[in-house]
Each structure stands twice: as C-alpha cells, then as structure tokens.
C-alpha cells in the first residue's frame, strides 16, 4: 500500500446543529447498518444474517462457519482468515459487482471489499464505501481506541494507493455522515469536541473533499452541489 499524499483537515469549531441519533452504526454512512443491540458483534451478525437469507446463490456459511461467496464467474470463494468464522457478507456495492464483509475481533473492526469479477481482496479497519465510478474508497472511523479518520484510497489492480489522510488520535475530532456526492466529492460532518468544567460540547461544521488538480483536498462548507447526497443535506 503506497502513501501518495497526505493532507490533515483542520479543525475549526462552528454551529451546525447535530441531529439526535437513538441508535449507533457500524459505519459513518447515514442510515447504513444501524444497530440495536448492546455490541456491534452482535449487530454485525445481525445484518449478516438477513443479509445471506437475502442473498443465498451469492453468499452461505459451511459447517465450520466460515462464510463462501459467489464470483461472477459462478465459482465459490472461501473468506480464508485468522478469523475465518468471524466474517459476515453486509453489502453490496458497485452494481453488486463488490462485496462487503465485515468481522469484529479483538476490540476491533476489520472490513473487506471482494470485487467479485476479478476475485481481488481490498481489506481494511473502517467500512470501504465504494465511489460512484468504483474507482475510489472512501473511510471514515470514529474509533476512541484507534483514533478517528477520513481516508480516501485509489483502487488499483493490485492494491490500494492512500490519497488523502486526515487522522487524529484524540478524541477532539471525528468524521461523520459520509457521503460521496459524485465521483470526485466525499461530503462529510466534521465534529469537533470541546470539554469544559461540568460537560463536552459538540460543534459541527460542513465540510467536504473535492478532487482537483490531480489531488484530494478538504474544503470548510457545503459544495455548490449536493449531488447524490440531497436527502443527507437537504
């Protein structure tokens, strides 16, 4: 994996109302993967469960719990791992050309992306939300043990390439409600924290990456266009 640029996004505080949220998520995407339960391996599960009931050609469990997925060429492929029967098949991606796997092990979150045309294996520690054209993955993590980050990787045949990279190891800032506006725009919440005396404030601000030049940049406020991500902003 190859580091072709680093970028940090700032944190400035401003006033943009958060809205409630009665339940956590597996990933920073609006409305993908909420949970219910008391931990996100048994909300992950969860969705793993509805999602082979949804899907049985494309994805099942063997005797040994290890999960097995369909390629586009028919053929069955085994999720081989130090954890093999911790892994769950979530989403698909891409016009169901890319499959999402998930797995929580050792207070940990770990993500995989299987292009099943090519039989090639992304892997990851946030959920790898697939850009429009499928050329690009976007990460977002709210991790207090592992600090918070916004990354944006390049596909490539043989790997991913990190083209931008902001990522905090405190708790004083985290991305939120990602969401990729078009090919070249990652629209997201920046939340900052802020501790006084008797509580934690929370400020939240607009922001967004944009693509431009040959390189990734963040940009403080709402892009001229919401594309793809109307319902997010309005």
Known sequence: MRVRDMLVVGVIFASWPMPAHAQFALTQIPGLLECSENSMAACMERHGEVFRKEHPDLVHKDSNGTTNI??????????????????????????????????????????????????????????????????????????????????????????????????????????KDVCWADDKT?????????????????TTRAEYLKHANGKWGAVIGRPPGTGLCSDLLG
């Open 186 to 202: 990652v629209i997201y919440k920046s939340i900052a924290r802020a501790w006084g005396n008797s509580k934690t404030v929370e």
């Open 70 to 175: 369909r390629l586009i060429s028919g053929a069955w492929r085994k999720i081989e791992s130090e954890w093999p029967f911790c892994w769950d098949a979530l989403t698909l991606q891409g016009d169901d050309r890319y499959l999402t796997l998930g797995c929580i092990a050792e207070e940990d979150e770990w993500w995989k992306l299987v292009d099943r045309a090519s039989d090639r294996i992304y892997d990851s520690n946030a959920y790898p939300y697939l850009s429009p054209d499928t050329r690009h993955i976007a990460f977002a993590r709210n991790s207090e043990m592992n600090g918070h980050r916004l990354q944006v990787y390049e596909l490539t045949s043989k790997d991913m390439t990190l083209v931008f990279n902001a990522m905090i190891d405190d708790l004083a800032w985290f991305p």
